[in-house]
């Protein structure tokens, strides 16, 4: 089993888009409040947009006989196919042709990814679908 690692992070323009979001209620503040309060606020919108670029952070692991995304984990014994998605199959299967039952580990700003099924009768869970930046050496790492 080869070892895989991968961290996937908010890309900066969304980080740039939402810190617009929160300047503008700064904006706000300042115009209808003192400037104590528009300072408080102004830092509180920076550690607000830390904390969403932290916590929207996902990491995919591979390492010995286990695949970890987040919190999440399975031995990879109870994996069955195995799949690298296009984009075209990624919006279906993540859309339309979703299965309610299955694990979701999705970045709406990756449009690629993998399914995992699941093979293991006393799982409910039908497959794994996790956004990935190179879904093709992820399905490597697991087939490796």
């Known amino acids: 089993m080869r070892a895989y690692r991968e961290v996937i ?3 900066l323009w969304l980080l740039a888009f939402i810190y617009f979001l929160l300047f503008s209620i700064v904006i706000a503040i300042w115009a ?38 987040n919190h999440a ?9 195995v799949t690298a ?4 199959e990624m919006a ?3 859309t339309r042709d979703a299965d309610p039952a299955a694990f979701l580990a999705l970045k709406f700003w990756l449009s690629r990814g993998v399914k995992i099924e699941i093979d293991d009768d006393r799982d409910k869970v039908p497959y794994w679908l996790i956004s990935s930046k190179n879904p093709e050496k992820l399905v490597q790492a697991l087939k490796g």
């Open 9 to 11: 992070s908010p890309p």
């Open 32 to 69: 209808s409040l003192s400037p104590q309060i528009t300072r408080i606020s102004f830092a509180l919108s920076i550690v607000i947009l830390l904390l969403i670029a932290i916590t929207s952070r996902s990491k995919i692991t591979v390492e010995g006989s286990k695949l970890m995304v």
């Open 73 to 81: 984990q399975i031995d990879v014994k109870y994996l069955g196919k």
């Open 85 to 88: 998605l296009s984009r075209q």
């Open 92 to 94: 279906l299967i993540r």
